[in-house]
């Protein structure tokens, strides 16, 4: 009868187990889905920011500065407040996808945006799109990849 009893308690010990097992791993799952959600909801909230930085003139001060032409401080402004913006969301991506959260071809597609502003800082460094008194603003991850992707070491 002990035995009995005992067999009894252990196997529904183990059901119980496995069952709260199974919650967990369902809850793991849910709290990705809402995770990749979330991300995508930032990068979209991100991304229309950064394009009405771009419909409040960074675009034109942009193509100034790729003509030669010169820019006022105020146009500096600008370009500065898209930069900062646009570095932001690159590296709220960088950190997605060290995170393993960002889809791999969303952050290829990124990188090339990266690689222009890598470019700009190589041929405008008057106008650095990641200003190095600013560096601390950023994650520490951030700044060596942006610096070590731009050959700026």
Same mark, same amino acid.
């Given at each position: #009868?002990?035995?009995? /009893?005992? !067999?009894?308690? !252990?196997?529904? !010990?183990?059901?119980?187990?496995?069952?709260?097992?199974?919650?967990?791993?369902? *809850?793991? +799952?849910?709290?990705?889905?809402? #995770?990749?959600?979330?991300?995508?909801y930032e990068r979209t909230r991100m991304a229309i920011t950064n394009e009405e930085a771009n419909i409040k003139g960074a675009s034109e001060v942009t193509n100034k500065l790729r003509e030669g032409e010169e820019i006022s401080a105020d146009e500096l402004e600008i370009l500065k407040l898209r930069d900062s913006q646009m570095m932001r969301y690159f590296e709220n991506l960088h950190y997605l996808n060290g995170s393993d959260v960002l889809d791999k071809e969303i952050w290829e597609?990124?990188? +090339?945006?990266? *690689?222009? /502003? %890598? !470019? +700009?800082?190589?041929?405008?460094?008057? %106008?650095?799109?990641?200003?190095?008194? *600013? *560096?601390?603003?950023? +994650?520490?991850?951030?700044v060596e990849f942006f610096e070590t992707s731009c050959g700026l070491e």
């Open positions: #009868m002990k035995i009995a /009893f005992a !067999s009894t308690i !252990s196997i529904i !010990s183990n059901i119980v187990l496995i069952v709260s097992v199974i919650v967990l791993i369902l *809850e793991i +799952r849910q709290n990705q889905t809402n #995770m990749l959600a979330q991300s995508s597609a990124n990188v +090339r945006g990266i *690689e222009s /502003f %890598c !470019s +700009r800082q190589k041929n405008y460094p008057d %106008c650095p799109a990641l200003a190095t008194n *600013e *560096e601390f603003k950023y +994650r520490t991850s951030y």
